[in-house]
């Protein structure tokens, strides 16, 4: 069950909403290029303060979030948060892990997360807004100094394919082949820690994603992606407001119970420059971190399927 009591009740929906919109419209007036993901310094506790509320009443009102495995965080010192999330754009699984964090370490304590910088181009807003709360491009050289400075780095290796996975994969960590997050353990010497979630794969329907087959087709054709904006998946979901939609369009996660877990930290026997850039070695680390993260979520399915 969750370990702290609600600091909203059912009747503030309407003031968090509000401040949330305030938030939002601040954003939409910052200038071009600004809050772009590139900087630490963009992250703000204050802004980080107000939107509180609204996840607040999120977290305990609509999804009735239970979680475990605190106490397997750090004390201190940089590590490496290594998620597989699910929920389409809305990743629920993600934010609720975010508040967890916040409500127990404080807005004060540095962390940051990787974000697809595909984000900032379409939602300049939503880019905007997390970069206040320490989102960073993915790949974004800040990542390195995040964790140079002794802060936290949550990254979803799967990304946009992994957020928008199919159902039928839903007890499944798909990493589809992305190592560079173990290279980047390994190079700044960090512990992998893994978080893992259940019940956000049912906030919206995910019935296939047709990329690839568009892809192909789309190669095939000679034509280039619209906007020049490759979509990095192409799923065909039930959800909510569309009903039924193709493409990863964002959504209103349906209210569905989510159980979040953080499993111990992942270690490895060899660690630095020649470790990364040993290929067999980070193909062995890559298949022990996704083997553990599967042991986890197949014990945390078990409890509910």
């Not at 397997?72 to 590590?79: L, N, V, W």
């Not at 929920?87 to 609720?96: E, F, I, R, Y």
């Not at 964790?147 to 957020?163: E, F, I, M, N, T």
Request: charged share 20%.
């Amino acid at each position: 069950m969750a370990p702290f009591s609600p600091q909203t009740r059912p009747q503030d929906l309407g003031s968090a909403v509000a401040a949330m919109a305030q938030l939002a419209q601040e954003a939409m007036q910052q200038p071009v290029g600004s809050l772009d993901g590139r900087s630490l310094a963009d992250r703000d506790p204050a802004k980080i303060d107000r939107m509180l509320p609204f996840f607040d009443w999120v977290y305990h009102h609509y999804f009735r979030v239970t979680t475990d495995g605190w106490e397997h965080i750090p004390a201190q010192g940089p590590m490496l948060i290594v998620g597989s999330h699910n929920g389409g754009l809305a990743a629920p699984d993600t934010l609720m892990m975010t508040y967890d964090w916040l409500r127990r370490f404080g807005t004060q304590r540095p962390s940051y997360a990787m974000m697809d910088p595909r984000i900032w181009r379409v939602f300049p807003a939503l880019g905007r807004m997390g970069s206040w709360v320490g989102c960073l491009r993915a790949n974004s050289p800040a990542a390195v100094r995040a964790l140079r400075q002794q802060s936290s780095l949550l990254v979803y290796p799967g990304g946009a394919r992994d957020v928008f996975r199919p159902h039928h994969l839903r007890d499944q960590i798909c990493f589809f082949g992305q190592k560079g997050f173990i290279k980047l353990a390994l190079r700044e010497e960090v512990p992998i820690v893994p978080a893992i979630s259940y019940g956000a794969h049912d906030t919206l329907w995910v019935l296939e994603d047709f990329y690839d087959s568009v892809d192909t087709w789309r190669k095939q054709q000679g034509w280039n992606w619209i906007l020049n904006l490759d979509p990095g998946t192409i799923p065909l979901y039930l959800g909510c407001p569309w009903g039924i939609a193709l493409g990863p369009l964002p959504n209103v996660p349906w209210p569905k119970f989510l159980h979040t877990r953080v499993c111990p930290p992942i270690t490895f026997p060899r660690y630095g420059l020649a470790a990364a850039q040993d290929e067999d070695y980070v193909n062995a680390c890559y298949e022990h971190v996704r083997d553990t993260m599967q042991q986890e979520l197949d014990q945390l399915f078990a409890l509910y399927e």
